[in-house]
């Protein structure tokens, strides 16, 4: 069975410094598709970057960008220059063949000024 | 467009008593998602739809869990005989036909406390 885990419960960062969220899967496709979600207080989630597997180029979205290394089945998060605005929870998600969604447990981001 | 709106947005009810979600995805989008999140835990797949379809069930959603998406626009996620274990926040999400795996648009969910 596919999982997701994200190891760090909580992580925190001074406004305009970099913090990477971490997060590993476990699959045996070879073809899949991962996520970066964010949930800030209003409860929307909202997709921050996506990654498709068989890409070896790391995807980029402005200041967040991921670190993808598939044949450890590792995804993380890395946001630069943080901001207040992004404090939330990230989730990390997968999914294959379907749009249905793996979640992990996810990472409480705190920003301070 | 705008966005994926759930009502109600809270929601307390008494054990064993009914409850009825609703769900109205952005208006070009087929497909339509329920999933489920507890306190501490990312969201848990529920249902699917396409259109008026309904095409997977998760096996957390029991015999007092029913969906209906009438005439493939809003969608209905009712919850007969509450459980104290059913309280969770309740996500809706929609994606419009085409490639999978693309992106969803969530709502802000409602919120269910059963005392």
């Known amino acids: 069975a596919q999982t997701v885990t994200q190891s760090q419960p909580e992580m925190s960062v001074q406004e305009a410094e970099t913090v990477t969220l971490s997060c590993t899967y476990d699959t045996s496709e070879s073809d899949y598709y991962l996520f970066w979600y964010k949930q800030p207080p209003s409860r929307q989630m909202i997709l921050v970057i996506r990654?498709?597997?068989?890409?070896?180029q790391n995807a980029t979205e402005n200041r967040f960008s991921v670190n993808f290394q598939k044949a450890a089945k590792s995804f993380s998060l890395k946001i630069s220059d943080s901001q207040l605005g992004d404090a939330a929870m990230y989730f990390c998600?997968?999914?294959?063949?379907?749009?249905?969604?793996?979640f992990g447990t996810g990472t409480r981001l705190q920003v301070f000024p | 467009d705008t966005g994926v709106s759930q009502d109600p947005r809270h929601k307390i009810t008494k054990r064993g008593q009914n409850v009825t979600f609703r769900c109205d995805p952005i208006?070009?989008?087929?497909?339509l998602y329920w999933y489920r999140q507890t306190l501490g835990q990312g969201p848990e797949f529920l249902t699917y739809f396409q259109n008026e379809a309904q095409l997977e069930k998760s096996r957390l959603l029991s015999d007092r869990f029913s969906a209906e998406r009438p005439k493939g626009s809003f969608s209905t996620l009712e919850i007969q005989r509450t459980e104290q274990g059913d309280s969770a926040m309740y996500l809706c999400?929609?994606?419009?036909?085409?490639?999978?795996?693309?992106?969803?648009?969530f709502g802000s969910g409602t919120q269910l406390s059963v005392l």
């Open positions: 208006s070009e989008h087929n497909r």
């Open positions: 998600a997968y999914n294959w063949l379907t749009d249905k969604l793996i």
């Open positions: 990654q498709e597997a068989y890409k070896q």
């Open positions: 999400a929609s994606s419009p036909d085409g490639r999978l795996n693309e992106k969803l648009f």
